[in-house]
């Protein structure tokens, strides 16, 4: 079974920055599309950014795009988000998943979440 778990969130004021970090148990983390998550309580979880697993291609949603940044380094098994210019609306707890070719799915493997806190 793979274990993702997640660091780097806290409380921060607008404007701030952030790194979240997903380290990721097991051998095979190269082989994973990775991705974070996030979701404000009452609502749907919705979908931040991904990046493949060489590393080449990124993907964002529109409300984080020049602000937000995935990155991995396989050798470490982890996977980043770099959160700039943030705002109150980015409060939330985050989520990575990572997608396991073997399995086949979609968002195989999650997280517990990391909250991330934005003040005004």
């Known amino acids: 079974q793979v274990r993702l778990v997640e660091s780097g969130g806290g409380l921060v004021q607008a404007g701030g920055s952030l790194r979240l970090s997903c380290a990721a148990s097991?051998?095979?983390?190269?082989?994973?599309?990775m991705s974070w998550f996030r979701q404000v309580p009452g609502k749907a979880r919705e979908f931040v950014a991904a990046?493949?697993?060489?590393?080449?291609?990124?993907y964002y949603a529109d409300f984080v795009k020049g602000r937000f940044t995935i990155s991995r380094d396989n050798a470490k098994n982890t996977v980043y988000l770099q959160m700039n210019s943030l705002s109150p609306e980015d409060t939330a707890v985050y989520y990575c998943?990572?997608?396991?070719?073997?399995?086949?799915?979609?968002?195989?493997?999650w997280g517990q979440g990391t909250q991330v806190t934005v003040s005004s």
């Open positions: 998943a990572a997608d396991d070719p073997v399995v086949g799915g979609l968002y195989d493997y």
């Open positions: 097991g051998r095979t983390f190269s082989t994973y599309r």
């Open positions: 990046i493949s697993r060489s590393v080449d291609t990124t």
